[in-house]
């Protein structure tokens, strides 16, 4: 950790005098990125015209701002191949999405391949989240010394190909090795996702990055529909008991499961996405040449100030963030059609609707944060949304005790819709008003979210089986009162020692280095 800060040190302390630019810069920072050639897709003689007429109106892209999107897209060349290259970026996200979101409604077939009971069961969550935090940390290593396209094929390919495979394993030691693949690619994915819509959109990168999270959302929703027609259904079993009076037993059990097909439709999904960034990487190869797709930069200093032992308390402060809110988002996610088959009693195809209609109020939450981000602070909206996560898990917990069933259905989706904007809002309050963000913190955050799912499905398993399914509320409940006490802490640290974090994208932060109260300037670049 220390050699950590004292490189992130550094960092600050040259940042103001750094230019950065795709062509030059050597920076490990999430916000310095290698040009990539989003026109790939169109024909040679089509990608001359366009930069030859670029070359003829000699226009920067700060120019264009003014333009509506369709006219912009026309004329400003680095914006329209940022553009294209982020839904690029989209897609990959609804196949991240869509392979989490199917875990949660297919693990009770899961369970039946490989003959396991929940407890047991709980290590394909944990092995998953086990690969996803190598896959971020590896990924936050070579994201800034390796190929970014190739970085974020090779992800997709490998996640795609290890979850497709997942339900053709009846060994359990074989499914979690799946399962862990499906963690690596994953984690590796989602650090480069997030490092790569950061470098390439900087300032104007708000709405793209809740965007981006959106994508992940839809891909949620999507998975469990997807996954319901193919589980196993209930068989009516009946024997003539003979031994006595005439009587007839009757019993139930689940038939055999056809999940296969789905997770083979997942296999389409994900491995697709990483499809254009491979013929983007061989393109270039081929060509020799990259495209300039520079975003306007931040024109903002960051606070160089801070001592070491305060800038390691934030450290840890923020990765516990991460923590706790990953553990309450997965866990909700993953065993909500669990709970609702044990405690509820209710059908699997109901449980696998109520996991989507989960994600519905998630993605449009997510959805909405694109226009609210425009309007609010990201600490104005994690607060809000942690103040109405709290509410619903109360508001489900009475509900499910109760067994009301209509409350149980409103919670659901208010609960994902307030998860949403969470984890996007974590990542933007921290750039903007408390550390730089570089690539090796960026990997440490995720490192941190992905942990919380390394020990809370073997917790949440173990309670459900032996004492009761009603503890997944209650651990869900008791973990995002502690989120959101982590957060005010961060908050007050940050209001205390940090002065006038910045409004804008162009408000210098002035840092006291001591508990000393100063006068606060905040200058206009």
Sequence with gaps: MTALLKDDDKSQSDFNHHEYNYETNNHASVIAAEPVDTDAFLPEEDIEKIDQHHAEINDTPDNYKHLRLCARLKVDLPYRRRFIHSFGLFWTYIGLGWMLGQTGPSLPDLQQIVNQDLESASWLFTICALGYVLGSLFGGVLYDRFDKLLLISLSCFLMGLSTGFVPYCESFPLMLTMRFLSGLGAGSLDTGGNADILSIWDAEGRPYIQALHACFGFGGIIAPLVTEPFLSKFEVISKLNVTGANTTEI?????????????????????????????????????????????????????????????????????????????????????????????LKWDKGISSFATSLHWVGFSIGRFLGIFLITFFRPVQLLCSYQIFLILAFIAFTVCSFKFTVTGVWIFIPLAGFSMSVI?????????????????????????????????????????????????????????????FGTFLLIFLLVKKFIKNPPRSADTEIVVSPSTEMKPLTANSD
């Design 251 to 343: 019993t139930t059990v689940y038939g055999k499961t056809s999940i296969h097909y789905s997770y083979l439709i997942s296999l389409f999904v994900i491995f697709s996405g990483g499809i254009p960034f491979f013929v983007m990487f061989v393109r270039n190869k081929c060509s020799n040449n990259t495209r300039d797709m520079v975003a306007p930069k931040l024109n903002q200093k960051r606070p160089d100030k801070l001592s070491l032992w305060l800038k390691t308390f934030l450290y840890i402060l923020l990765s516990l963030l991460m923590l706790l809110y990953c553990a309450v988002e997965d866990t909700f996610s993953g065993f909500l059609a669990t709970f609702c088959v044990n405690y």
């Design 423 to 483: 984890w996007p809002c974590i990542f933007m309050w921290t750039e903007e008003s408390i550390l730089e963000v570089t690539g090796k913190i960026a990997s440490m955050l995720l490192i941190a979210s992905s942990s919380g799912m390394l020990f809370n499905p073997l917790m949440v398993g173990y309670l459900m089986q032996n004492i009761s399914p009603v503890a997944f509320v209650f651990v869900l409940l008791a973990e995002s009162f502690l989120c």
